[in-house]
């Protein structure tokens, strides 16, 4: 049972994980360095080969998107993934309207006369506003120059 868990694992986070990539493809590489700021990256050893945006739900810990585009990654053959940018993304305003579900209208609300002395007049029940929210982070992937221009033929 666990094992199936371990499978299936994989495939419940990529429903919830959008990973898109724009750039070059080369064979699989085994290790891919990781950095999290552009000054880290030594401009003379790499050429910068494709770029990644991964949008996730806010369930995700950062770890766990970490190692989603780690191996994403690898299978592009990118030598070095930097992060160069992470926030939240509001994209999806919605409104839970009270009179929606059935709710009596203000002025169709029964109070005893108690009531309204204390609280004043009848208002409407609470309509509720939320923001759905992703993170969004940009990552950079890079080949050592040398492989490049190995495997380009230069």
Request: charged fraction near 30%; include cysteine; proline fraction near 5%.
């Amino acid at each position: 049972m666990k094992k199936l868990l371990f499978l299936l694992l994989p495939f419940l986070f990529a429903g919830c994980m959008n990973i898109d990539y724009v750039g070059k493809k080369f064979a699989p590489t085994e290790n891919v360095r990781y950095v999290e700021n552009t000054d880290q990256v030594p401009m003379d050893d790499y050429t910068l080969i494709g770029r990644f945006t991964v949008k996730a739900r806010p369930m995700y810990h950062p770890y766990d998107v970490e190692e989603a585009i780690l191996e994403e990654a690898r299978e592009y053959g990118g030598d070095l993934l930097c992060l160069t940018k992470s926030g939240i993304d509001s994209f999806s305003v919605y409104t839970t309207n009270s009179q929606e579900f059935g709710a009596p209208k203000a002025e169709d609300r029964k109070i005893s006369a108690e009531e309204k002395e204390k609280f004043g007049s009848i208002s409407p029940l609470s309509s509720r506003s939320a923001v759905k929210q992703r993170q969004v982070f940009h990552y950079l992937l890079y080949k050592k120059t040398d492989e490049l221009n190995r495997l380009l033929g230069y």
